[in-house]
């Protein structure tokens, strides 16, 4: 179903829901989700843009490979990010990024996709940032309702 509105949308629920505390199943899911994702990193000199930067996992997380640029629909968790750490962060839409082409080494999609009524014209956006020989990386919840029911290894 489209919501027509989703930019409010999500601004909204950035207000209600705190993307900064953690119950024990997302902390699990979200180490387990991370290490994966550090494995896909090599060098120390990359810009690397993180879309839907939710709570900052990103700048915790991959600081040591590269330069970390946050974007995001929520200014208020983009606020609460550069408050913990300096870094660049810009508030906008994943359908409309407002980066040149080719600028960055890396560009993270993670757990942003299944909210935007049209994830092509994102993916699209990010390939257009995207220098060549870099690497666009997404995830997705597999199925949010069963994943604290899943084995480590599912």
């Not at 879309?51 to 996992?57: A, K, M, Q």
Request: proline share 2%; with cysteine; charged share 25%.
């Amino acid at each position: 179903m489209e919501n027509k509105d989703y930019r409010s949308h999500y601004q909204i629920d950035a207000e209600l829901f705190n993307y900064f505390e953690n119950n024990k199943y997302d902390v699990d899911y979200n180490r387990r989700l991370h290490t994966c994702l550090r494995k896909l990193f090599s060098g120390s000199a990359n810009k690397i843009l993180d879309i839907g930067s939710g709570g900052g996992w990103s700048v915790e997380t991959l600081s040591e490979f590269g330069n970390i640029h946050l974007f995001d629909l929520s200014h208020k968790n983009l606020c609460a990010i550069k408050h913990k750490s300096e870094t660049n962060a810009v508030v906008g839409d994943a359908l409309f990024l407002p980066f040149k082409k080719n600028c960055f080494d890396y560009v993270i999609i993670s757990e942003v996709l299944e909210h935007i009524n049209n994830p092509l014209n994102a993916i699209e956006q990010a390939f257009r940032i995207l220098k060549s020989g870099g690497k666009l990386i997404i995830t997705t919840p597999y199925n949010e309702k069963i994943r604290y029911y899943l084995c480590v290894h599912c």
